[in-house]
């Protein structure tokens, strides 16, 4: 099974800074097609998952450009360009290149300082 | 738009059984993979099971193998979950989620219904 890692998995962040959440698979996400399926869910509190990020770095429709994705092979990156008090919630990495079973991270909680 | 609506959940004893039910709108179901994923009181998000388009592929997560089967209706635009011999660990938010293009990329979820295991 493929295990995806995230750091840190608590991110204390001031209002209009940077956050940058790390997502780590324990093996290559490259599909035999040549996409890598690795989405990045947002969950605010109280609320289901929502998807931001599509096959690494491709934006949601409606997702606010200050979100951002990148990455290859087995390390990944969701970074927020200036943090808004509506972005508080857990980040989640997801793998879908090898399966069954689809692999979650364990969550980066992003709050306000 | 893409509307998924949970039903059937609701508190039930160790080794009991129920069935889940995820009502689709605002979209072809019938075109399209489905999964279930469950979410445990103050946890991470765990993939439960995925069902093909057309119901002819299933796969399972270690955990509920054997006990519970994802099915579909196209005819209904719904797609279930039988959740049998129940256990406290099974305790969870479950939420169904449409796929696209491939069965690795969730799109959509629903708002989950709770499940509670519990004597």
């Known amino acids: 099974d493929v295990v995806m890692t995230q750091s840190p998995l608590s991110l204390p962040v001031t209002l209009g800074q940077p956050a940058s959440i790390s997502c780590r698979s324990s093996?290559?996400?490259?599909?035999?097609?040549?996409?890598?399926?690795l989405n990045w869910f947002q969950q605010r509190p109280g609320q289901p998952p929502r998807r931001l990020i599509y096959k690494v770095s491709n934006r949601d429709s409606g997702v606010p450009d200050r979100f951002s994705g990148s990455g290859s092979g087995t390390d990944f990156t969701l970074k927020i360009s200036r943090v808004e008090a509506e972005d508080v919630g857990v980040y989640y990495c997801?793998?879908?290149?090898?399966?069954?079973?689809?692999?979650f991270g364990p969550g980066t909680k992003v709050d306000i300082k | 738009q893409v509307l998924l609506v949970e039903s059937g959940g609701g508190v039930v004893q160790p080794g009991g059984s129920l069935r889940l039910s995820c009502a689709a709108s605002?979209?072809?179901?019938?075109?399209?993979?489905m999964h279930w994923v469950r979410q445990a009181p103050g946890k991470g998000l765990e993939w439960v099971a995925f069902i093909h388009l057309d119901g002819s592929n299933e796969k399972y997560a270690d955990s509920v193998k054997g006990r519970f089967t994802i099915s579909r209706d196209n005819s209904k635009n719904t797609l279930y979950l039988q959740m049998n011999s129940l256990r406290t660990e099974d305790t969870a938010v479950y939420y169904c989620?449409?796929?696209?293009?491939?069965?690795?990329?969730?799109?959509?979820w629903g708002q989950g219904t709770l499940v509670t295991v519990s004597s």
């Open positions: 989620a449409k796929v696209i293009e491939t069965a690795g990329n969730i799109d959509y």
């Open positions: 093996q290559s996400l490259v599909h035999s097609n040549g996409n890598i399926y």
């Open positions: 997801m793998q879908g290149t090898h399966w069954p079973p689809f692999t």
């Open positions: 605002g979209f072809t179901f019938s075109g399209y993979g």
